[in-house]
T-cell receptor, first 116, second 113 residues
Framework: DAGVIQSPRHEVTEMGQEVTLRCKPI?????LFWYRQTMMRGLELLIY????????DSGMPEDRFSAKMPNASFSTLKIQPSEPRDSAVYFC??????????????FGAGSRLTVL | DAKTTQPTSMDCAEGRAANLPCNHS???????VYWYRQIHSQGPQYIIH???NNETNEMASLIITEDRKSSTLILPHATLRDTAVYYC??????????????FGSGTRLQVQP
């Protein structure tokens, strides 16, 4: 398996532009997570899906952020409009909930976002 | 989830064992201890987890005290590639509350040549 695949790896955009980050989880995993990491706040959970359904989106900062999981093999995190304070590394992770690996997350390499 | 306490940073000489402590004095009976690490610029990586027995895999060993209030992650022969932030997390194995894993500040391990 190629692991969790995220794109783009790096994105530089200007304030006000729309940003879309993409994630392909590990085949067979039924849970998907979006985390954000900054120096100031560390690693924060944004949203968590199980069987393509959002379970916990309490970490989504505000209405500018939205996440979708249209099928088991794809998820997007969208920021519209983007602001400089959204600059961070965004990680996607997946796991198999309901089994022994419920808390064993596999993370992608991350998408580094810079908003100018 | 039970709160965990880890030292902010530690140093270890290359080739020596790295022993990373974690205090989780409020751990409850159904909570496991999980360890992850994050190498610079990479996503966190799962290392090992355990309930009450000591565990070992190809990456590390996990020693949990008999009262389960603390644990130690052991990297038996640390290499420069083990320089990373190590996170100790306590969670129920099956979380009926449907909450995702949360990460604290961890321990920054610097392996010295």
């Amino acid at each position: 398996d190629a692991g969790v695949i995220q794109s783009p790896r790096h994105e530089v955009t200007e304030m006000g532009q729309e940003v879309t980050l993409r994630c392909k989880p590990i085949s067979g995993h039924n849970s998907l997570f979006w985390y954000r990491q900054t120096m100031m706040r560390g690693l924060e959970l944004l949203i968590y899906f199980n069987n393509n359904v959002p379970i916990d989106d309490s970490g989504m900062p505000e209405d500018r952020f939205s996440a979708k999981m249209p099928n088991a093999s794809f998820s997007t995190l969208k920021i519209q409009p983007s602001e400089p304070r959204d600059s961070a590394v965004y990680f996607c992770a997946s796991s198999l909930e309901g089994g022994a690996g419920a808390n064993v997350l596999t993370f992608g390499a991350g998408s580094r976002l810079t908003v100018l | 989830d039970a709160k965990t306490t880890q030292p902010t940073s530690m140093d270890c000489a290359e080739g020596r064992a790295a022993n990373l402590p974690c205090n989780h004095s409020t751990i409850s009976g159904n909570e496991y201890v999980y360890w992850y690490r994050q190498i610079h610029s990479q996503g966190p990586q799962y290392i090992i987890h355990g309930l009450k027995n000591n565990e070992t895999n190809e990456m590390a060993s996990l020693i949990i005290t008999e009262d389960r209030k603390s644990s130690t992650l052991i990297l038996p022969h640390a290499t420069l590639r083990d320089t990373a932030v190590y996170y100790c997390i306590v969670r129920p194995h099956m979380d009926t509350g449907r909450r995702a894993l949360t990460f604290g500040s961890g321990t920054r391990l610097q392996v010295q040549p």
